[in-house]
């Protein structure tokens, strides 16, 4: 069970777009629409941004999208705000029946 | 609204054992598949168990399998975790989670904290 690969950082300024990527296999991100994302400040509870690769959950703001390409998935924040400094989690289904979670990209605000 | 409580976490040594229950309210727990995450201190977040809505099946992650057992109860709106042979690397906050249709985790206890040292 390896997990999805995530930048380890990215950062940009507000009011930029930015994109964090997520990499699976066929396995994985690229068998599946079952791709989720996450938000985590320090200290708190994950909160659920994105699942089924797209679909944005009551409550999240549009500035938060997702996509996928073939084995690797991305989430892109636009309007970069300061308050969207936070560390990012994607994760998949897997065909053997589990789940698996990327490593963690903190976003830096400039 | 939907409300998920962790409760039994504790410090314990190698070789121990410890077993983790989660408490759901503002919602059907035989409705939906339940799992199990955990996050090591200043780590990233990775995936231990599911149960399925019956409780009849039940996966792991790699680093669990033959020492974790994942249970519920239904009838109580109960989830619980029973953990045997704990290593050091089990050390962790173990949070209670929710599975959507989507396999997304929508909603999320506040966590229980594991301790494994000697």
């Known amino acids: 069970q390896s997990a999805l690969t995530q930048p380890a950082s990215v950062s940009g300024s507000p009011g930029q777009s930015i994109t964090i990527s997520c990499t699976g296999t066929s396995n994985d991100v690229g068998g599946y629409n079952l791709v989720s994302w996450y938000q985590q400040f320090p200290g708190k509870v994950p909160k659920l941004l994105i699942s089924d690769v797209s679909e944005r959950p009551s409550g999240v703001s549009f500035r938060f999208s997702g996509s996928k390409s073939g084995n690797t998935a991305s989430l892109t924040i636009s309007g970069l705000q300061a308050a969207d400094e936070a560390d990012y989690y994607c994760s998949s289904y897997v065909d053997n029946g589990t789940l698996v979670f990327g490593g963690g990209t903190k976003l830096t605000v400039l | 609204q939907v409300q998920l409580v962790e409760s039994g976490g504790a410090s314990v040594k190698p070789g121990g054992s410890l077993r983790l229950s989660c408490a759901a309210s503002g919602f059907s727990l035989s409705d939906y598949y339940m799992t199990w995450i955990r996050q090591a201190p200043g780590k990233g977040l990775e995936w231990v168990s599911y149960?399925?809505?019956?409780?009849?099946?039940?996966y792991y992650a790699d680093s669990v399998k033959g020492r974790f057992t994942i249970s519920r109860d239904n009838a109580i709106n109960s989830l619980y975790l029973q953990m045997n042979s704990l290593r050091a690397d089990d050390t962790a906050v173990y949070y209670c989670v929710r599975v959507s249709r989507s396999w997304g985790f929508d909603y999320w206890g506040q966590g229980t904290l594991v301790t494994v040292s000697s």
């Open positions: 149960s399925s809505s019956s409780g009849e099946t039940t």
